[in-house]
């Protein structure tokens, strides 16, 4: 099969989907790889290493997109990328089309076969593709979030761990998916008091029992907006696999915050879990509303596109290789990562939030 990597194009994107040794491991496998110039260089992989590696380098994008029998990327395609795809090529990335009705459609025009990353289901119901990325997300938000307390980014000036003879800062998480999780770890190794919120009971256990600065509730509308009010820092990272994110807190809940206090919304790529969320970029970070920092960047594991890249190649290869062969389909985990087939959205979950969105079946 023709596998090609293509570059990132969006803001402050870095990352790549494979690196050169995976690219090795699909070539040794009998597989021609093609890579867009430039590919990996801001996840610090040259062009020579993917030709070390025995990849074609090409610097035609569309020749790329048009030529390829899979195409591998990180992120979604931009419209004008979805335009070049042809019927039966297979695409696999992020593509989180519940809030994109626009690509959706373009994708169903296309004839490809999409699957998306965060879609793809084990035989354990886990989203193996989607949890490196989350993971390094709730790090992120835990770091950003301390960070933008500091009162010259307008925060309230708080130092999450305090010290002796200072309060410690409080912070709030809802969601504890991978993503929620990591977050929780960071938080309470800063020494934040910690409330997480879930409807998981034996998730709200094992982060208690494992967490004396965390108290775990469950995830009651009301309890959550009664937290928020006292809250330095809120991390929402509610997810629900194929659809929007659910809304957790209103312009109100915001409202009702403290002047200063940090709003970090992972949930943004799913169209946000905060009624006052508006995407931003790295270049551009944060905004006020209502007096609260927020933090809304899409895609914020960019900002470590080593790190990333190197934890998703290492997810990918396998289910990349899987996707090269011919019964690929009678995969179940590459079967639930189908997003659209055959001019038409195919996964219930993307279906039935495109379909609340307005686009037409």
């Known amino acids: 099969m023709h596998v090609a990597l293509i570059k990132e194009n969006q803001p402050d994107e870095g990352r790549v989907a494979l690196t050169p040794h995976a690219c090795h491991q699909l070539i040794a496998a009998g597989h021609c790889?093609?890579?867009?110039?430039?590919?990996?260089?801001e996840s610090g992989y040259p062009d020579e290493a993917y030709r070390q590696a025995g990849a074609t380098l090409i610097d035609e994008p569309e020749r790329l997109w048009r030529e390829a029998e899979i195409i591998v990327k990180v992120r979604e395609p931009s419209l004008e990328e979805a335009a070049w795809l042809q019927t039966e090529q297979r695409l696999f990335c992020y593509l989180h089309l519940a809030s994109k009705p626009r690509l959706a459609e373009a994708l169903c025009r296309s004839g490809v076969i999409a699957?998306?990353?965060?879609?793809?289901?084990?035989?354990?119901?886990?989203?193996?593709?989607?949890?490196?990325?989350?993971?390094?997300?709730?790090?992120?938000?835990?770091?950003?979030?301390?960070?933008?307390?500091?009162k010259h980014h307008k925060g309230r000036g708080v130092l999450l761990g305090g010290v002796a003879g200072a309060a410690r800062g409080s912070a709030v998480?809802?969601?504890?998916?991978?993503?929620?999780?990591?977050?929780?770890?960071?938080?309470t190794a800063l020494g934040a008091e910690v409330l997480a919120f879930d409807k998981r009971i034996a998730r709200l256990e094992a982060l208690h029992s494992a967490h004396p600065n965390l108290t775990a509730l469950y995830a009651h509308p009301e309890a959550i907006a009664d937290a928020v009010v006292d809250a330095?820092?809120?991390?929402?990272?509610?997810?629900?696999?194929?659809?929007?994110?659910?809304?957790?807190?209103?312009?109100?809940?915001?409202?009702?915050?403290?002047?200063?206090a940090v709003i970090v919304d992972l949930a943004v790529e799913q169209g946000g879990s905060v009624e006052t969320t508006r995407a931003t970029t790295y270049s551009d970070p944060t905004y006020l509303a209502h007096e609260i920092v927020h933090f809304a960047v899409p895609n914020i594991p960019c900002a470590v596109p080593r790190t990333a890249s190197e934890?998703?190649?290492?997810?990918?290869?396998?289910?990349?290789?899987?996707?090269?062969?011919?019964d690929w389909s009678t995969s179940p985990a590459l079967s639930s990562g189908v997003n659209v087939e055959a001019g038409g959205i195919v996964h219930p979950a993307v279906c039935a939030a495109l379909a609340e969105a307005g686009m037409a079946e």
């Open 115 to 150: 699957l998306g990353y965060e879609t793809v289901t084990d035989a354990q119901g886990h989203l193996p593709l989607l949890a490196p990325m989350s993971a390094i997300g709730g790090r992120l938000a835990a770091q950003i979030g301390a960070n933008l307390l500091m």
């Open 173 to 187: 998480v809802v969601g504890l998916g991978t993503a929620g999780t990591q977050a929780v770890e960071v938080l």
């Open 311 to 326: 934890a998703l190649s290492g997810r990918i290869t396998p289910y990349v290789l899987r996707l090269a062969e011919r």
């Open 33 to 41: 790889v093609s890579v867009q110039a430039g590919a990996g260089v």
């Open 232 to 260: 330095d820092l809120v991390i929402c990272a509610a997810h629900v696999v194929g659809q929007r994110a659910p809304l957790l807190l209103q312009r109100a809940h915001v409202q009702a915050m403290r002047p200063g």
